[in-house]
């Protein structure tokens, strides 16, 4: 499987981001987080984990972009094939790249789009964001989207990768019997489990969350505690991992020992909502067509969350499977299903796959589970 991507693919998202640009009237895109980076240059690195140095890529309305960027970056962005790289000593407590970012933006010109819809953020101190803006004396406005609409649908090439860690995950998941067993801390069972992700092939691997119990699990997003797995339990793994920089986002849930027929009876259930969601995951349709097609088998209401997300470079990115977001599926885009049922009060079981919308049905990025739950 090859890494990064051809040239074309990356000169293809900015004559799609200039277009989108030349319509909204703006001059340049100022876009400082990782995958906004990565997603015109290929620069992957791990090293966003420090946040103690802002990262600067200007998209200009015609042309390469240029990288305004600590200076520690520089060999490796030189490495992505970008030409333009203008860098400073970073950390800077009194100019952290304003002076140059201002410097580059005026040599540029605007009006400068800054993407600022759901799930954006400035990745710079808000106070050096005001100096840019004063000292670059340009017209500051959203990017009307752009890049939302741009990363929401995704390429051939950009599904090849993600279907790979998909793949990498369910190779794992077959593999749970080694690590799970009663009397095995689930916080064990935790660790030992993206142990098996990396030797399947993953990258990293950035999520991890699930749960065990008899009728289920309070949420799906607490880390595991010192608590032993017992016969009778329900254990779910939900994992996000990565390969190439790029995300999985599903589940599977194991009886351990025996499975109860509540147990047996809501997988069953979770596996039906999967697949009436997966059904109802066409071009055309909305993300909340989706979600209420599977809260219909689920009978989950507004209050449950939703039942679904986008997914990507990112564990979660743009749409949600809820019954207030009303956008509109596109071939190409990538979702999780993700319906969940109540066992007891307050007690959940959750099920999750991956599948990108094409013309007509759904395609399985991840292999989808059977309706019998199994048992380990």
């Known amino acids: 499987m090859r890494r990064g991507f051809a040239p074309e693919e990356y000169q293809a998202r900015v004559r799609a981001a200039q277009s989108g640009m030349a319509a909204a009237g703006l001059g340049a895109l100022l876009l400082t987080t990782e995958p906004e980076f990565r997603y015109f240059t290929g620069f992957l690195t ?23 960027i600590p200076s520690i970056g520089a060999p490796l962005m030189a490495r992505t094939g970008l ?38 953020h400035l990745r710079m101190p808000l106070a050096d964001f005001e100096r840019v803006k004063r000292a670059s004396a340009l017209v500051f406005r959203d990017d009307a989207g752009i890049m939302a609409g741009l990363r929401a649908v995704k390429s051939e090439a950009e599904i090849v990768k993600i279907a790979h860690i998909c793949g990498i995950a369910a ?16 916080s064990a069972v935790f660790r030992d489990f993206q142990r098996l992700l990396l030797e399947e092939g993953a990258d990293w691997v950035p999520y991890i969350a699930g749960g065990a119990g008899p009728l289920g699990y309070a949420d799906v997003i607490s880390p595991a505690g010192e608590v032993p797995l017992a016969m009778g ?6 994992t996000g991992a990565v390969w190439d920089g790029y995300f999985c986002d599903y589940d599977r849930n194991f009886a351990i020992g025996h499975a109860t027929a509540d147990q047996s009876a ?27 097609a599977m809260a219909r088998i689920t009978g989950s209401d507004e209050t449950s969350g939703r039942l679904g997300h986008g997914l990507g470079m990112q564990l979660t990115e743009g749409l949600s499977l809820t019954a207030k977001d009303h956008s509109i599926l596109t071939p190409g885009m990538v979702i999780t299903l993700e319906p969940g049922v109540e066992l007891a009060p307050g007690l959940i079981m959750v099920h999750e796959e991956n599948i990108v919308i094409r013309e007509g049905r759904a395609q399985r990025l991840s292999r989808f589970a059977a309706s019998n739950l199994p048992v380990i």
């Not at 420090?50 to 309305?61: C, D, N, T, V």
């Not at 998941?173 to 689930?186: K, N, S, T, W």
């Not at 339990?233 to 939900?238: A, G, I, K, N």
């Open 171 to 186: 190779r794992a998941f077959d593999r749970v019997g080694e690590i799970a067993q009663p009397d095995v801390m689930l």
């Open 266 to 292: 809501a997988h069953a259930r979770l596996i039906e909502a999967t697949e009436v969601g997966e059904e109802a995951a066409r071009a055309g349709a909305t993300a909340s067509d989706v979600w209420q």
């Open 46 to 68: 791990r090293f966003w984990e420090s946040p103690s140095r802002p990262w600067f890529l200007i998209l200009p309305a015609k042309g390469d972009p240029v990288a305004v």
């Open 233 to 238: 339990d329900v254990l779910m793994l939900d």
């Open 83 to 120: 030409r333009d790289i203008r860098t400073w000593a970073a950390p800077d407590p009194e100019d952290d790249g304003v002076s140059l970012l201002a410097e580059t933006l005026r040599e540029i010109g605007g009006p400068v789009g800054v993407p600022s819809g759901p799930e954006s």
